[in-house]
T-cell receptor, first 115, second 112 residues
Framework: GAGVSQSPSNKVTEKGKDVELRCDPISGHTALYWYRQSLGQGLEFLIYFQGNSAPDKSGLPSDRFSAERTGGSVSTLTIQRTQQEDSAVYLC?????????????FGPGTRLTVL | GEDVEQSLFLSVREGDSSVINCTYTDSSSTYLYWYKQEPGAGLQLLTYIFSNMDMKQDQRLTVLLNKKDKHLSLRIADTQTGDSAIYFCAESDANRDDKIIFGKGTRLHILP
């Protein structure tokens, strides 16, 4: 595709359920980033991948959050046992490589609502 | 941790210039950015400036960086209704693995 795509665009779930958010980066982009945008807050960096590797997972808010990337392309962000404070828009971005981190292209985001 | 601050709202009349201001705390920022977010859309990188520059101009956009005061501004000349959006200031630091830290965004409202 022409840009970064994310699915689903909206997800409503009950507290305690697990959710999976998907990101398809721009073809050929080796670096992929996940951010969270909570209401009234700025963007919070969560994790980045260079290829399939995520060297630093310290940005993930808790051990209920995990992310993986396979084949150097699609990435999934998984939130286990969701809590109401997990409600946010989750944004994915990609860049040609980590050296091009200053030119990240963002997807439209997944709006997660935890009831 | 490092922080980026910007005012939350700005109203400007159509045709006037908009100036969105931002301050940051990181004294060793490498890049500073302005992103635009339109309703229902993802973030769009508008422009970025390397920290050793003090100005960058791109058509209607002018970015000014005062590194001493850690102050970044975005000027939009001849503001149009299509400029109505949230504008995020951000910075990254090579000493921090280039992770980008964002401000909370300034909502620009265009008055007729």
């Amino acid at each position: 595709g022409a840009g970064v795509s994310q699915s689903p665009s909206n997800k409503v779930t009950e507290k305690g359920k697990d959710v999976e958010l998907r990101c398809d980066p721009i073809s050929g982009h080796t670096a992929l980033y996940w951010y969270r945008q909570s209401l009234g807050q700025g963007l919070e960096f969560l994790i980045y991948f260079q290829g399939n590797s995520a060297p630093d997972k310290s940005g993930l808010p808790s051990d209920r959050f995990s992310a993986e990337r396979t084949g150097g392309s699609v990435s999934t962000l998984t939130i286990q046992r969701t809590q109401q404070e997990d409600s946010a828009v989750y944004l994915c971005a990609s860049s040609l490589g980590l050296a091009n981190h200053n030119e990240q292209f963002f997807g439209p985001g997944t709006r997660l609502t935890v009831l | 941790g490092e922080d980026v601050e910007q005012s939350l709202f700005l109203s400007v009349r159509e045709g006037d210039s908009s100036v969105i201001n931002c301050t940051y705390t990181d004294s060793s920022s490498t890049y500073l950015y302005w992103y635009k977010q339109e309703p229902g859309a993802g973030l769009q990188l508008l422009t970025y400036i390397f920290s050793n520059m003090d100005m960058k101009q791109d058509q209607r956009l002018t970015v000014l960086l005062n590194k001493k005061d850690k102050h970044l501004s975005l000027r939009i000349a001849d503001t149009q209704t299509g400029d109505s959006a949230i504008y995020f200031c951000a910075e990254s630091d090579a000493n921090r693995d280039d992770k980008i830290i964002f401000g909370k965004g300034t909502r620009l409202h265009i008055l007729p």
